[in-house]
């Protein structure tokens, strides 16, 4: 390895903000953003389900859009706005509208792929607050569940659109 | 599932990328989107021993529209381009094709460059740049050059573009007057890859008959394909439904996919003839409407 190389792979200083929290961390360029929050910052209820992009438990929001954070490298999220799934609920402790609709229509069962479905269904509701079910099965559609059959799930985002609405009005 | 060591770069300037690029040479890749890259690193599929992030460099996000040309720079999320009005006005084929393109969190980060240079033929980039005859912008330390889709794309993920050079930016035709775009795929599952794509330009003339056309089909071959032995058939006819079934079927002969998995031979030519049908037919009635 030449001077340089041996430089540039070191230890990165990054710091990001999550769920409204600064963190400062020292990463190897090569750890991927899922385990930056997982190992790192012990921040586990984002999930790791296939690792290259196809099942979207990992799905965060970074900078204001879902994205995979295993197709980010940590290094990559120096001075990012993170949200992962343990930022939905509110300050006092009380669920988020959407993980109340999981909870009311069994849109869960073993729970791998819900932190994904949460965030992502979180976006969709920003953008859209009353979205058909062939919306929300369009926006969910990078999320696999191998449990639920993605009827309960739907249940549950169309109910918390109508919650929101309500509490909005 | 974790990715080799390597060595990060993060260039301030395309200058700085560029020469990053001479020094490190086939060692180096670029990393823009990482939504191809990183699974393939993640796979160890690919262990670049140094990577350039491209993404804190300037200058390289954006759409320009003008009179009769697209820019788009060759960092420009899809997603920018999905939500841009200006191209929904100016290149309804993109506006359409952008949003197949895997899911909304793929689209957050994957860049119409990287798109580009992965040149998977079943892509919808490559093909919709086939289809409407764009170009692409690389640079180098030493040169700029522009290249056509026929000089871009090699064969499967393969380009003429060089280790030392980069795509500054995508070029695509505002759509012309009289002129209808449409663009189909079949999938397996929503978000995935194509199994077959077809992409149609269809421009008529003030009696209505067709003036020109473009159709272009990936799936079939290691790069997209141009079948100009179809739509050259159509010119001086007036657009039905009848017209297009007749002249779409002899591509049954002219295609020659390969078979796997996902789908028979037999299978991916009527995928073809019924998807070529369909763009064509659609994108002369948009052209009726325009
Ligand atoms: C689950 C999933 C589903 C997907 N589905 C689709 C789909 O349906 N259709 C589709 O088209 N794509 C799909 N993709 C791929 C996605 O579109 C990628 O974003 C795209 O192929 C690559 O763009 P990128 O910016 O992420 O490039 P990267 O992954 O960063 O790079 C890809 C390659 O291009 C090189 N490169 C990148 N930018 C430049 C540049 N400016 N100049 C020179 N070289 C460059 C890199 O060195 C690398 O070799 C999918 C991906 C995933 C994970
Ligand atoms: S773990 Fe990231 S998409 Fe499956
Ligand atoms: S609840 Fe088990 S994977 Fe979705």
New interface residues.
Partial sequence: MTEK?AE??RL?TITLKVNHKEYTVDV???M?LS?VLRDELRLTGTHVG????VC?AC?IM?DG????S????G??ADQAEIVTVEGLESGDGELHPLQNGFWEKHGLQCGFCTPGMLM?AC?LLEHNPDPSREEIR??I??NLCRCTGYQGIVDAVEYAAKEMRERAE | MKPAAFDYYKPETLAEALSLLDEFGYDAKILAGGQSLIPMMNMRLARPPVLIDINGVPGMTGIEVGDSEIVIGGLTRHYMVEHSAEIERSCPMLAEGIKLIGHSQIRSRGTIGGSIVHADPTAELPVMLTALGGKVTVVSSGEERELTPEELFLTYMTTTIEPNEIVKSVHFPVIAERTGHAIEEFTLRSGDFAIIIAAASVTLDEEGLIESAALCIGGVDGVPVKLDEVTDELIGQAPSEELFAESCEPIVDMVEPEKDIHASVEYRKDLCVALSRRVLKKAADEAKLA
């Fill in positions: 190389t540039s792979s990165k190897e360029p090569r991927l385990d296939c690792e290259h992009g979207g799905t970074m859009r879902p994205v995979r295993c197709l980010v490298f290094v990559q992502t976006h369009e926006a559609s990078g």
